[in-house]
């Protein structure tokens, strides 16, 4: 064997290559899109199960505490929000109160029978459980064919979400109409029709005017449901947002033939301004109270039981201006003026004379002046050139 003298002859003579060790392939993938990669498997799961990750098992749990992580780091959003096509990211509910909290709590460690009776009602049948039941059990699938013009318009819902073009905000009774668009539990739905069958309803409270009926709701997984109506709204008040319609659409559909009147005119409604006559310290003392509203009868007619209604703060009010409504959706007027003054709202609960609780949406803490103002504004269409600062009591331009 010939004597190896230099590195070069050693290398020279390694016939099985052993020290052939060429470069490498770069196999390291790159920190964006490891977080890409991760969050597209929360999609995948959501795609497949047709909800969020939930804390029943180790491997949905680690996807749920992935998810809320990046919920809360800005530039990671700001990363996957081209991915994020169910809109999983904004799907982040507000702690607003200790039921918020108990419901946050993944691992169960509030789950003990001292936390759990806060809440319970005993011997009192749920009307949520019910709810909830009839919100599951009736959706259907829906035929490809017969969700496929859904399909392309919950698309463009989460596209036009994503743009800014629309919002999601709070949910409340009066935004569950026909036509507009819901989330529940980070799934989309669109109530299509409802099948009015009952106007007035009995309850051991008393008689109610509230309709009820069965809907057609579409789901953007692809099922389909006829829940009742009221079952649709307790679900959605619990854990539900709604999507705001693009504001161009909204002013269009108000203002279209809402100025000359004429005996061929028809008139739609009134839009109120009213003042409370209570002589409860919190109402007495607050200047620039009003209360916004739409009535379909004449107003007097509509606050002569004031008194007896937590709409009204359970007290008599004063008529401040009245503006009866032609040719326009003035029920749709109320709702953009309450959209308006959405920062002014008064927060108070009232309770009536059988002791329920409830929280009236239609008072404002505005000056007259700013109130009469937009009124003006909304009819002239120029409303959206400006916003209201709530502390400065002001109309400020965008």
């Not at 099922?223 to 009221?230: G, L, R, Y």
Request: proline share 4%; net charge negative; hydrophobic share 35%.
């Amino acid at each position: 064997m010939a004597k190896k003298t230099t590195l070069e002859d050693i290398f020279n003579d390694d016939e099985f290559g052993i020290l052939d060790s060429g470069p490498k392939n770069p196999a390291n993938k790159s920190e964006d899109e490891r977080l890409i990669e991760s969050f597209k498997e929360i999609i995948g799961f959501f795609e497949k199960n047709g909800r969020e990750p939930e804390a029943t098992n180790v491997t949905e749990f680690k996807l749920l505490s992935r998810l809320k992580a990046l919920r809360k780091d800005s530039a990671k959003m700001g990363i996957l929000k081209p991915y994020d096509s169910h809109n999983l990211l904004n799907a982040e509910s507000e702690v607003r109160s200790v039921s918020d909290i108990l419901n946050d709590d993944d691992l169960g460690i509030l789950d003990t029978n001292e936390t759990a009776s806060i809440f319970e009602l005993r011997h009192v049948p749920s009307s949520m459980e019910r709810a909830e039941t009839d919100f599951v059990a009736r959706r259907k699938p829906m035929k490809d064919k017969d969700f496929s013009p859904y399909e392309e318009n919950f698309k463009n819902i989460h596209n036009e979400l994503r743009e800014g073009k629309r919002k999601l905000i709070g949910f409340n009774y009066d935004s569950l109409r026909v036509g507009e668009y819901y989330v529940n539990n980070g799934v989309m739905l669109y109530l299509e029709r409802v099948d009015w069958e009952k106007q007035i309803q009995e309850f051991n409270s008393g008689v109610h005017n509230r309709p009820d009926g069965r809907t057609r709701t579409i789901f953007e997984n692809g099922t389909i449901s006829n829940m009742m109506f009221q079952s649709l709204y307790k679900v959605l008040h619990a854990n539900g947002r709604m999507v705001t319609n693009p504001d161009a659409d909204v002013e269009r559909e108000l203002f279209n033939n809402a100025n000359a009147v004429n005996e061929e005119d028809m008139e739609t409604g009134w839009i109120y301004i009213l003042r409370s006559k209570s002589l409860k310290p919190e109402i007495a003392t607050m200047e620039n109270l009003y209360k916004i509203g739409f009535s379909t009868v004449p107003i007097a007619e509509r606050i002569k039981n004031a008194a007896k209604e937590p709409t009204y703060l359970m007290a008599d009010v004063s008529v401040v201006e009245g503006f009866k409504c032609y040719n326009m959706n003035a029920q749709k007027f109320e709702h953009l003026l309450h959209r308006f003054f959405a920062e002014a709202c008064l927060n108070v609960d009232v309770f009536d004379e059988k002791g329920n609780r409830y929280s009236p949406r239609e008072w404002f803490v505005v000056p007259l002046a700013i109130v009469k103002k937009s009124i003006q504004l909304i009819l002239s269409g120029e409303i959206v050139k400006y916003r209201y600062d709530v502390n400065g009591e002001i109309l400020i331009l965008r």
